[in-house]
């Protein structure tokens, strides 16, 4: 099972800089089965998929939905993929002068 979360805080796999975007806001999951799930996490904005906006069950997508968090349309498959790695840890911003 992997499991990938979205939102604009910075311990979550996918950041997205976003102002619709709730800092936990949502989840990509892929099950052991191969089976793909998006979940909303009581966001404010919501999760939207096909145009759909979705509750915060687990709802089964296909690899052709498109999920919208926020104004963000995400790739998702590529975050579920097993190329992708998420981070540990993130490097500091550079510093302004």
Known sequence: MKIVTVGRAP??????????????????TLTDKQEYYVQDFNSTNG??????????????ILPKDTVKIGKTIVPWQTYLSDRFEPAKTFPKAPVRQ
């Open 11 to 28: 311990d979550n796999n996918i950041i997205l800089f976003d102002d619709k975007v709730s800092g936990k806001h949502a989840s990509f």
């Open 47 to 60: 999760t939207f998929v096909n145009g759909n906006k979705i509750g915060n069950e687990p709802f089964q």
